[in-house]
C-alpha cells in the first residue's frame, strides 16, 4: 500500500513565528487532503489540494504531485494552531483516506 | 449548514452492552465511512458505503456491523462491546469518486469498561 510520512512529528513555536509541515507520499495520489485535530479532537478541513497552491488566510498549502509531497505554510502562529496537522491521502483504484502519521504543534504564547 | 453529525459525542459503557453511534450527513454524498483513532495507530477504516445498501470492510471491522438504509445515514452498531472497542470515531462522508474531498464528523468518544 501507499505510505504517507509526515516530518517534523513534533513541533514547538513561539506565537508569531512561520512553519512549514511536510508530507511525503510513496505513489501517485487522486487526493490530498490537510486536517487540523484541535485538542477536543475535532478534525477541521484545511486544504483540499491534490495539486497546486491555495491560501486560506494565515495558511497556504502546495502539493508538488509529480515529485510526490505537500507543505503546509502556517504564518504568523496563534496559540489557537496547536494541535495536530495530517495529511490524508487517496490513491489507485481506492476509496479510503490513508492518513499520515501527523504533526504535533504547539504554539507558545 | 452543510455537515456531519454523530451522536452520542461521548459514551461510556460497559462490555457486551450493545451501542449503536448514529451517523447523518445532509450534503447528499453517495460515499459514507467510520474511522477509529487510536494513539499510535493513527486513524484506520473500519466499514465503508458507496450508497444506499452497499457496504464494505475496510481495515479494521472486527467486533463492529453498519447498515445504509438511507442516503444520508450510516450507524455503526457494536452488538457486544469490548475494552478494546475504547476510541475514538469518526464518521466522514463525500461524494462518489475518491478524487473528492472527504468531510468529518466531530467524533465519539467511546468507553468501554
Known amino acids: 500500500g501507499i505510505q504517507v510520512e509526515q516530518s517534523p512529528p513534533d513541533l514547538i513555536l513561539q506565537e508569531g513565528a512561520n512553519s512549514t509541515l511536510r508530507c511525503n507520499f510513496s505513489?501517485?495520489?487522486?487526493?490530498l487532503q490537510w486536517f487540523h485535530q484541535n485538542p477536543w479532537g475535532q478534525l477541521i478541513n484545511l486544504f483540499y489540494?491534490?495539486?497546486?497552491?491555495k491560501q486560506n488566510g494565515r495558511l497556504s498549502a502546495t502539493t508538488v504531485a509529480t515529485e510526490r509531497y505537500s507543505l503546509l505554510y502556517i504564518s504568523s502562529s496563534q496559540t489557537t494552531d496547536s494541535g495536530v496537522y495530517f495529511c490524508?491521502?487517496?490513491w489507485g483504484a481506492g476509496n479510503m483516506l490513508t492518513f499520515g502519521g501527523g504533526t504535533r504543534l504547539m504554539v507558545k504564547p | 449548514e452543510a455537515q456531519v453529525t454523530q451522536n452520542p459525542r461521548y459514551l461510556i459503557t460497559v462490555t457486551g452492552k450493545k451501542l449503536t453511534v448514529t451517523c447523518s450527513q445532509n450534503?447528499?454524498?453517495?460515499?459514507m465511512s467510520w474511522y477509529r483513532q487510536d494513539p499510535g495507530l493513527g486513524l484506520r477504516q473500519i466499514y465503508y458505503?458507496?450508497?444506499?445498501?452497499?457496504?464494505d470492510k475496510g481495515d479494521v471491522p472486527e467486533g463492529y456491523k453498519v447498515s445504509r438504509k438511507e442516503k444520508r445515514n450510516f450507524p455503526l452498531i457494536l452488538e457486544s462491546p469490548s475494552p478494546n472497542q475504547t476510541s475514538l470515531y469518526f464518521c466522514?462522508?463525500?461524494?462518489?469518486?475518491?478524487?473528492?474531498?472527504?468531510?468529518f464528523g466531530p467524533g465519539t468518544r467511546l468507553t468501554v469498561l
Open positions: 466522514a462522508s463525500r461524494r462518489a469518486g475518491g478524487y473528492n474531498e472527504q468531510f
Open positions: 450534503m447528499n454524498h453517495e460515499y
Open positions: 458505503s458507496m450508497n444506499v445498501e452497499v457496504t
Open positions: 505513489d501517485s495520489v487522486n487526493n
Open positions: 489540494i491534490p495539486s497546486g497552491t
Open positions: 490524508a491521502v487517496v
